[in-house]
């Protein structure tokens, strides 16, 4: 089983920063793909920011030049790094991550994995 902790979300003031945490931890073998999607209230989840294992970034339109996302290997860790927030960019930041993990027989087996989220508030 793997577990994603997540941390960082709070409020904020519009054109402030703030800065996101997730790790991983459990039976993992290597992790692929590491992602942050934003889910407003009655609207469904929308992706915000990945990173794949060869460092290969990819932003939400809205996001570009504002947010960072970065990866740690050694601790199996991403950062969404928020600068410049707006009121759009409320919401609970997800942490999502693909990965290979290992079974009690150890399989290599692939999952994806969700943080629990973390709230983030963009208000004067």
């Known amino acids: 089983q793997v577990t994603l902790v997540e941390s960082g979300g709070g409020v904020v003031h519009p054109g402030g920063s703030l800065r996101l945490s997730c790790v991983a931890s459990?039976?993992?073998?290597?992790?692929?793909?590491m992602a942050w999607y934003c889910q407003v209230q009655g609207k469904e989840r929308e992706l915000v920011a990945s990173?794949?294992?060869?460092?290969?970034?990819k932003y939400q339109d809205s996001v570009k030049g504002r947010f960072t996302i970065a990866r740690d290997n050694a601790k199996n860790a991403t950062y969404l790094q928020l600068n410049n927030v707006k009121r759009e960019d409320t919401g609970v930041y997800y942490c999502?991550?693909?990965?290979?993990?290992?079974?009690?027989?150890?399989?290599?087996?692939?999952?994806?994995?969700w943080g629990q989220g973390t709230q983030v508030i963009v208000s004067s």
């Open positions: 459990g039976s993992i073998i290597k992790i692929n793909t």
């Open positions: 999502n991550v693909d990965l290979w993990q290992s079974d009690s027989e150890l399989q290599f087996i692939p999952a994806i994995y």
């Open positions: 990173v794949r294992s060869d460092g290969t970034t």
